[in-house]
């Protein structure tokens, strides 16, 4: 299995990027896609996730400015990053799991490696 990140980037505040997930290896429509957080002297956090059936999660620090989306056909899991923040600085991974999300990071079997997101003020 291979998780492809991409889209990270530097922005000012109030700005927006797309971050990209592509999947390989997997059955795609079958798997809850995640996209965690991790910034610097801080925990990793989950961010947003959709599961198989198309019901998604939202961190409360992100619910309103980010929005999850996947593409069955293309095998890619989007997050559409709107009105960003300093505080939103951070490297991004995507995540893979059978069916339904969840919390813990422990729970997804599958990582792509991180594209960092730099919001400057």
């Known amino acids: 299995v291979q998780l492809q990140a991409s889209g990270g980037g530097l922005v000012q505040a109030g700005g927006s990027l797309r971050l990209s997930c592509a999947a390989s290896g997997l059955t795609f429509g079958s798997y809850a896609m995640g996209w965690y957080r991790q910034a610097p002297g801080k925990e990793r956090e989950l961010v947003a996730a959709?599961?198989?059936?198309?019901?998604?999660y939202y961190s409360p620090s992100v619910e309103g400015r980010f929005t999850i989306s996947r593409d069955n056909a293309k095998n890619t899991v989007y997050l559409q990053m709107n009105s960003l923040k300093p505080e939103d600085t951070a490297v991004y991974h995507c995540?893979?799991?059978?069916?339904?999300?969840?919390?813990?990071?422990?729970?997804?079997?599958?990582w792509g490696q991180g594209t960092q997101v730099t919001v400057s003020s």
């Open positions: 995540a893979a799991r059978p069916v339904g999300w969840a919390i813990s990071e422990s729970l997804w079997n599958h």
């Open positions: 959709i599961n198989s059936g198309g019901s998604t």
